[in-house]
């Protein structure tokens, strides 16, 4: 049983949901498939963030995580202290604003409702939904011992996040990650041909590496060692 495929039908679940095909990247390209990088983010308001089509918006993030990464790397204090400071100097500063305005006879501005939509939630969970169980499908295949190539290239990204992890916090990997995503979109959005011309070439030439390497130690290894081990 293939894991790819079963992925597949994986997504093809959910209530009310449509079963998709599977298609490759290469499929997607011959057919033409075109859409925009606003699409293909998902679209809405965090779309316009990432692609700076409300640029106050996506320069108060940068701000923001620069400030909490420079709070939590060099200011001493733990998770739970920070975010309790800033909570409390929150709610002291609300309540202050609406007694001061209280006292003046003025009419203290509304703040906004702050709502989950249903949609939201739901999507949100669809989404986790088929990537934990890609996760749980591939850790089950793993602990059967079904597959040992599977099992040495998980070994081998698991090796190379725990030597990534030794160089950076946990904080910097996501203050890195939070600039990654606000500024490599809308760059590639900008210059998309270039991008796509250059990627292309490191793609066949990392590719070209990778059938190398794959055929001379990875498809050497045996899928079952089990088997193996009966012969």
Sequence with gaps: MDISQDICNLEGDGSGRKETPCTTSSSCSSSGCQSSIHQIIGGGAAADVILWKRGHVSFAIIIVATVLWLLFEHSGLSFLSICSNVLLILVVLLF????????RNEQPQTLPELVLSE??????????????????LT??????????RLFFKVVVCLWLLSVIGSFFSFFTL??????????????????EERVDRYAGLIHRKFSKHYRIVDD??????????????DS
């Design 174 to 191: 996501a203050y890195i990650g939070t600039i990654i995503s606000i500024t490599v979109p809308v760059l590639y959005s900008k210059y």
């Design 139 to 148: 850790a089950h295949y793993i602990t059967l011992g079904k597959d040992f």
């Design 96 to 103: 202050l604003r609406a007694n001061y305005s209280e006292i």
């Design 119 to 136: 949609e939201m939630v739901n999507s949100t969970a669809a989404s986790l939904r088929v990537k934990i169980n890609y996760a749980l």
């Design 216 to 229: 001379s130690v990875t498809n050497r290894i045996p899928r079952d060692l089990s088997k193996d081990k």
